[in-house]
């Protein structure tokens, strides 16, 4: 079986079916680390996205935030004013579609995560040392998880840890979309960049007023 591993969507659509478009065709499975909408212009298009390619996902603390079961003000300023503006657009579907999905899924000799796995939402992991506790909980050889966007690879033992970075709000320097592509059988993952219309996005923000800094975020990727 051949992984796209994708996380940290964010409602950015363009990035989204950039990355989409670059794994049609080359993947057996797409599995999504959650944050699928909050910060970008488009959360719904996002969700039917993911569903209409059948993405397995689980929950981000943007989606737990969106549907009220995390509290708003545990978020920076603009990431709240970008929940509260989420809570607004998001249909009735997309919402049922978000309460469905798991905080953990485990595929045979690889599990996914959102934040790790001692807090699967609100936890990050940035190197080794806030990595070990999540080491420790681990039960299958390979750990995809997000929440940093910031892609990275942490090895302890014989398990390792896999960020793929963020499809939709990248916060490495590098503005592009990024990805990872896996392959359990022989443990190798690949990091992949993809272009896509930041512009456009920026574009749509301004017009749905969405705050400054997240839409300058998306040129600087930081
Ligand atoms: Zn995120």
């Known amino acids: 079986m051949r992984y796209g591993i994708i ?17 049609s065709g080359r993947m057996d499975r797409i599995i999504c680390l ?7 212009p488009n959360p719904n298009e996002c969700c039917d996205l993911i569903k209409r390619h059948d993405i397995k996902s689980v929950a981000g603390n943007h989606e ?7 509290p708003i003000e545990w978020f920076n300023p603009a990431a709240a004013c ?18 469905g999905l798991p905080l953990t899924m485990e595929f045979g000799d ?18 080794i040392f806030t990595a070990v506790p999540t080491f420790n909980l681990m039960r299958t050889r390979y750990l995809f998880v997000g929440h940093t966007h910031r892609p990275l690879m942490l090895n302890y033992g014989d398990k390792k840890i896999i960020n793929p970075g963020s499809v939709g709000q990248p916060r490495d320097g590098d503005p592009r979309a990024a990805y990872v592509t896996f392959n359990p059988e022989s443990g190798e993952a690949i990091l992949h960049r993809v272009d896509y219309d930041i512009q456009g996005v920026q574009e749509k923000m301004r017009k749905a007023e ?10 600087s990727g930081m």
């Not at 737990?64 to 995390?70: D, I, Q, R, S």
């Not at 690889?110 to 934040?115: D, Q, S």
Request: glycine residues 10%; negative net charge.
């Open 64 to 70: 737990k935030a969106a549907l009220g079961e995390m």
């Open 210 to 219: 969405l705050p400054a800094k997240l839409i300058e975020r998306l040129r």
């Open 110 to 127: 690889f599990a996914a995560v959102h934040g790790g796995l001692v807090s699967p939402l609100e936890e990050y992991l940035e190197n």
């Open 7 to 23: 996380a940290d969507v964010h409602g950015n659509l363009e990035a989204l079916l950039s990355v989409l478009d670059a794994l």
């Open 34 to 40: 959650g944050d699928i909408i909050g910060y970008g």
């Open 82 to 99: 970008a929940i509260r503006w989420t809570q607004a657009e998001l249909t009735e579907p997309n919402r049922e579609f978000i309460k």
